[in-house]
């Protein structure tokens, strides 16, 4: 997701404490989703924009992990509604329970086995207000007047407007998306395109097909106007053919701000590896909000501007360099799309290291300093106000410090390790090791650890689970430099490179007083930039 509503997204995960029966069926794996292994989606459906209403199926193919089951949960949110589901051609009985829905299979489901089931379904799904920060579909008309609609729905839940199993621990292995647009419109979604079956009105199914796992969020609905070009990028596994997909209109436009897309794939396969989603291409989409991570369908609406929106949140200049919504969007498929959070209460691993990677765009195409001002400048938006880690089990997200302060805290892993080769091949490491994976919080933070060479659980607790910003506190006694970690959480130990007396040096504070020998008396003592945390003369205080 773009960041840029960091405010709003702090302040309503601050406000949700009181969580109810529907968070933990929404938020947590329950006996009804946890017996059964998501294989397959065919969602075939018609989207009609006159009504604003959406109709069809899901077909839900799903292995059997725990003997003699027999309900399952399907999610679908109000005002959507399930009208039947079927088995082997069959109605099985179905129960709703607000955003839930209780299927009874025919006969208990034996370990091992595989089985299928078909939910049939319509409704006018929930206008986002807000996209793409309030989920639901967005029913637009382009600059002609026609119609022109797309989905975000992050958080929210992909169950807003087709019904799945709504938690992002589980993915299916692969899906089919069947699409019928009005007549004269086309459809974009994941994956390659497969075909187009016309229609008498003159409506059009397009039939996508992806070839990869796929969490929910990213499954994409985009239909309007468009245009389409094809290019190929030569990349580390051959030839990614890449489609863009602009409004008729601004074809010309997008063939110039859309090249970036190459800068792009050089600088994050450089720093990640390879594009995760070969199989699938990749597709730039133009949509009637800012932009969305939407699986090898990345959604834009940008204006065809470099910047946020025409902005530089870094206030550093540097920002306006790339076009913000192809390179941070882009970056999640790596950080999102390939290496997903199991639980939205880490949406960290997405939000964290895809703002990192902005600055890293920046490191590849215009040095290690243009990166460093970049990501130093995004702290004037950190809030603190609540941890970044949210509440887990009941579909709950953290602080939109995510975001900025999570992306200085990856930025303070890199002076440590401070080898930027080593740096690299931990990020790659984490994109090969975790390749189209759901992951939790502890299985990154064990990760960097590991492979950075020394715990940093205490790093992790300080810049993910507390809101203090870490504060080096130093005193002077003649020749001898008394210096400490204050403002943090009890065993914080991070090391920190300083200036003194004009020479760099590593110092390994903890929360207790340390000693360091001085060649002068009253030294001049400067923390590297790099580490956001702050410093005080104690004894000037």
């Known amino acids: 997701m773009a960041l840029g509503s960091i405010l709003c997204l702090g302040t309503a995960a601050a406000q949700a404490q009181e969580f109810t029966r529907q968070d933990t069926l929404r938020g947590s794996i329950t006996p009804e989703r946890a017996w059964w292994d998501l294989s397959f989606y065919h969602l075939d459906i018609a989207v009609n924009p006159q009504d604003s209403s959406i109709s069809g199926s899901n077909t839900i193919r799903y292995k059997v992990l725990e003997p003699n089951q027999q309900r399952m949960q399907v999610d679908l949110q109000p005002p959507m509604r399930i009208s039947r589901v079927t088995q082997q051609g069959k109605d099985v009985p179905v129960q709703q329970d607000g955003n839930a829905w209780f299927v009874q299979l025919r006969e208990p489901q034996q370990a091992g086995t595989e089985g299928e089931i078909k939910v049939y379904y319509s409704g006018k799904p929930?206008?986002?207000?807000?996209?793409?920060?309030?989920?639901?579909?967005?029913?637009?008309?382009?600059?002609?007047?026609?119609?022109?609609?797309?989905?975000?729905?992050?958080?929210?839940?992909?169950?807003?407007?087709?019904?799945?199993?709504?938690?992002?621990?589980?993915?299916?292995?692969?899906?089919?998306?069947?699409?019928?647009?009005?007549?004269?419109?086309?459809?974009?979604?994941?994956?390659?395109?497969?075909?187009?079956?016309?229609?008498a009105d003159g409506s059009k199914t397009y039939h996508w097909y992806v070839a990869n796992p796929i969490n929910n969020y990213g499954v994409n609905l985009?239909?309007?106007?468009?245009?389409?070009?094809?290019?190929?990028?030569?990349?580390?596994?051959?030839?990614?053919?890449?489609?863009?997909?602009?409004?008729?209109?601004?074809?010309?436009?997008?063939?110039?701000?859309?090249?970036?897309?190459?800068?792009?794939?050089?600088?994050?396969?450089?720093?990640?590896?390879?594009?995760?989603?070969?199989?699938?291409?990749?597709?730039?989409?133009?949509?009637?909000?800012?932009?969305?991570?939407?699986?090898?369908?990345?959604?834009?609406?940008?204006?065809?501007?470099?910047?946020?929106?025409?902005?530089?949140?870094?206030?550093?200049?540097?920002?306006?360099?790339?076009?913000?919504?192809?390179?941070?969007?882009?970056?999640?498929?790596?950080?999102?799309?390939?290496?997903?959070?199991?639980?939205?209460?880490?949406?960290?691993?997405?939000?964290?290291?895809?703002?990192?990677?902005e600055s890293l765009f920046l490191d590849y195409h215009y040095g290690t300093q243009a990166a460093n001002e970049y990501v130093i400048g995004l702290r004037n938006i950190i809030q603190n106000d609540i941890p970044i880690i949210g509440v887990y089990n009941v579909n709950q997200e953290g602080s939109g410090d995510m975001y900025p302060k999570g992306s200085n805290m990856l930025h303070n892993l890199r002076q440590i390790v401070n080898n930027d080769e080593k740096w690299r091949s931990i990020l790659r490491g984490l994109n090969k090791d975790f390749y189209h994976q759901t992951v939790t919080t502890q299985q990154i933070e064990s990760y960097l650890s590991q492979h950075i060479g020394r715990d940093l659980t205490p790093v992790f607790?300080?810049?993910?689970?507390?809101?203090?910003?870490?504060?080096?506190?130093?005193?002077?006694?003649?020749?001898?430099?008394?210096?400490?970690?204050?403002?943090?959480?009890?065993?914080?130990?991070?090391?920190?490179?300083?200036?003194?007396?004009?020479?760099?040096?590593?110092?390994?504070?903890?929360?207790?007083?340390?000693?360091?020998?001085?060649?002068?008396?009253?030294?001049?003592l400067e923390v590297d930039p790099n580490f956001y945390v702050t410093a005080q003369n104690v004894a000037a205080a």
């Not at 990028?233 to 030839?239: L, N, P, S, V």
């Not at 025409?310 to 498929?333: M, P, V, Y």
């Open 126 to 199: 929930q206008v986002s207000e807000n996209p793409p920060w309030s989920g639901g579909i967005t029913w637009a008309r382009d600059a002609n007047g026609k119609p022109w609609v797309a989905n975000s729905n992050q958080g929210d839940g992909a169950s807003l407007w087709w019904p799945c199993k709504d938690h992002m621990y589980d993915e299916p292995d692969s899906m089919r998306i069947s699409v019928r647009a009005p007549k004269g419109l086309m459809d974009v979604s994941n994956g390659q395109l497969k075909g187009v079956q016309e229609h």
């Open 222 to 357: 985009s239909i309007g106007d468009y245009a389409h070009y094809a290019e190929t990028y030569k990349g580390e596994k051959g030839e990614l053919a890449l489609n863009f997909f602009p409004l008729r209109y601004n074809l010309d436009k997008a063939k110039k701000q859309w090249a970036q897309t190459h800068q792009m794939l050089e600088a994050f396969e450089h720093w990640f590896g390879p594009y995760p989603f070969y199989e699938d291409g990749f597709k730039l989409i133009e949509v009637p909000y800012l932009g969305m991570e939407h699986q090898s369908a990345v959604t834009y609406g940008n204006g065809y501007q470099n910047g946020y929106r025409g902005r530089d949140l870094s206030g550093t200049g540097w920002g306006l360099k790339f076009d913000f919504i192809i390179i941070h969007e882009a970056g999640h498929e790596w950080f999102a799309n390939n290496i997903t959070y199991k639980d939205v209460a880490d949406m960290w691993i997405h939000e964290s290291f895809t703002n990192y990677s």
């Open 461 to 524: 607790d300080q810049y993910l689970r507390d809101v203090r910003i870490p504060r080096l506190e130093y005193r002077v006694n003649g020749k001898t430099l008394q210096y400490r970690w204050a403002n943090t959480v009890d065993t914080f130990n991070m090391p920190v490179k300083v200036t003194v007396n004009g020479e760099a040096q590593w110092l390994e504070p903890t929360t207790t007083w340390q000693e360091l020998k001085l060649k002068k008396k009253k030294p001049k």
